[in-house]
């Protein structure tokens, strides 16, 4: 049963956007749904399948039970939250998360606010792309997304930075097979580094 803070993104595909007053949820399913649409078909079938099987075997499990689970119809559940992490060194932490049934009981996108509502267009394509790479990656079972395999994969130091393999994929994913402008999103964080950092700040000090 859909509620009125649920927004269709894609029907067929079981895609909505579960509002909770932090963005702008018009703009936030418009560009869901372009950037869904710009993936190759089979892709997303893929993505479609893995979490229809997910949701059947979640529902075997607690023999059709869903009050562990806060609205089944949402599978997979999509959000913008106000809440963000920090890294170590006091910088903001990831913009954006997907967490696999396989992982969470339930195929989870989540999103930060600040970053979606300051980022143009092109840029949050890319985010949330991203996001999707790590859903298909864990639906084909991809090695660099796959439980046990996930954790010999090395991390690589790069300057200041950690390359973790599972992201390096998705990027990959994400820019050379679908064709999204990584350049925007970096150019987004060169701009706003010091933003994004103050208000990862105050997002861990209100949590």
């Known amino acids: 049963m859909k509620d009125k803070n649920t927004y269709p993104i894609i029907k067929t595909s079981g895609l909505y956007y579960t509002h ?7 703009r936030f399913v418009r560009v869901f749904a372009e950037t869904w649409r710009a993936l190759p078909f089979d892709a997303r079938r893929a993505m479609v ?10 529902l ?25 992490t920090l ?14 049934a396989r992982h969470n009981g339930w195929p989870l996108f989540k999103f930060w606010h600040f970053a979606v509502n300051s980022m143009r267009d092109k840029a949050l394509a890319y985010l949330i792309a991203h996001e999707l790479a790590h859903s298909y ?3 084909i079972d991809d090695p660099s ?3 046990e395999t996930r954790q010999e994969w090395e991390t690589v130091e790069e300057g200041d ?21 990584g350049e925007a999103w970096e150019q987004w964080n060169n701009e706003n580094r010091e933003a994004l950092n103050r208000a990862a700040k105050e997002a861990s000090r209100n949590e």
């Not at 390359?163 to 679908?178: F, G, H, K, V």
């Open 20 to 26: 909770n007053g932090h963005t702008d949820a018009a």
């Open 145 to 147: 997304h796959s439980g």
């Open 137 to 139: 990656l864990n639906a």
């Open 49 to 58: 399948q893995h979490w229809r099987e997910s949701k059947a075997d979640f």
């Open 60 to 84: 075997n499990r607690f023999k059709g039970d869903t009050s562990y689970f806060e609205n089944p119809a949402y599978w997979p559940r999509i959000e913008v939250s106000r809440r963000r």
């Open 161 to 181: 930075y950690l390359i973790l393999p599972w992201e390096e994929e998705a990027r990959q994913m994400t820019e050379s097979e679908w064709g999204f402008d």
């Open 87 to 100: 890294n170590d060194d006091g910088t903001a932490a990831v913009q954006a998360s997907y967490t696999d």
